[in-house]
């Protein structure tokens, strides 16, 4: 029998109460243990001088690089018209920053480190996932909406997970989108699909990180490929699990649905995101 463990990401926002206890419940009525990850360090001032300024170009370029690097896979016939645009937005975005005014890199710098420490959050779930033995982690933030649906289709999609990782034990599933399917996913490229997953592409591709699941086997190839490319633990989520998977894991699938089983309430105006 599989083992499941699920992890919910916050920080304790007060506005965001109603939505931790609904999942919360669900993940009981479906005999899921559910780990709270909350502690965070505080944001750190911006250096006064060039170093803070360089540490913002920096944060913004690697998270521009990454972000061309998946436009790429979605879009191969583009490739060398995105590799152009990537010089020239790249360019753009360093003059914007090596010029723009100490408030407006004070926003950039606080932005950079919430996006470091929300990722920093989801490793912190991969790890105890792995640790716990399980064979799967779901993983949520706290801005998940549910609808009157979700349970069914979550324990729909968990009875048929035995299946799916016998056919690839490297398997990723967003279950709560955001963008539409077809901004994020190469369609062209599915599978066959098998269900309960509407669209199974090779690869993973993220579109909100906001819930989803994960196997073991593909959390351990994230762990063992960030020993040796370090600064991807620094990307914005979405950012690093794309980036670790093309690295180190091509042969992983991941899963979508036009309508995931959750909802993503930052987008449908549920709840307000950080970013705000």
């Not at 505080?42 to 998946?70: C, E, I, M, T």
């Not at 048929?160 to 967003?174: G, H, K, T």
């Not at 591709?205 to 620094?234: D, F, I, K, M």
Request: with cysteine; hydrophobic share 45%.
């Amino acid at each position: 029998m599989l083992q499941l463990k699920a992890y919910l990401i916050h920080h304790n926002d007060p506005d965001r109460q109603p939505q931790r206890q609904t999942i919360g419940l669900l993940l009981q009525q479906l005999g899921i243990s559910l780990t709270a990850i909350t502690d965070q360090p505080p944001l750190k001032p911006l250096h006064p001088d060039w170093l803070g300024r360089w540490r913002v170009v920096r944060g913004n370029q690697a998270r521009l690089a990454a972000d061309f690097a998946q436009r790429r896979l979605r879009q191969p016939k583009r490739r060398h018209e995105l590799i152009a645009r990537e010089v020239w937005v790249r360019f753009k975005h360093l003059l914007q920053l090596l010029c723009c005014r100490s408030s407006q890199l004070e926003i950039a710098w606080r932005q950079l480190q919430v996006e470091a420490i929300v990722s920093a959050k989801h490793a912190e779930a991969w790890r105890l996932a792995l640790q716990d033995g399980a064979n799967a982690a779901l993983v949520f933030e706290d801005d998940v909406a549910c609808d009157p649906v979700s349970q069914d289709r979550l324990r729909e999609l968990l009875l048929a997970l035995p299946n799916l990782l016998a056919q690839n034990n490297q398997l990723y599933c967003d279950l709560s989108g955001g963008y539409p399917l077809e901004y994020v996913v190469p369609l062209s490229s599915a599978l066959p699909s098998l269900a309960p997953i509407e669209w199974l592409m090779p690869g993973v591709y993220t579109n909100t990180a906001c819930a989803y699941l994960v196997s073991s086997s593909l959390l351990e190839t994230w762990r063992l490929a960030e020993q040796s490319h370090p600064g991807l633990a620094s990307l914005p989520i979405d950012h690093r699990i794309n980036r670790v998977s093309a690295i180190a894991a091509a042969d992983a699938m991941s899963g979508h649905w036009e309508k995931p089983p959750f909802r993503h309430g930052s987008f449908c105006g549920l709840a307000r995101s950080w970013q705000l």
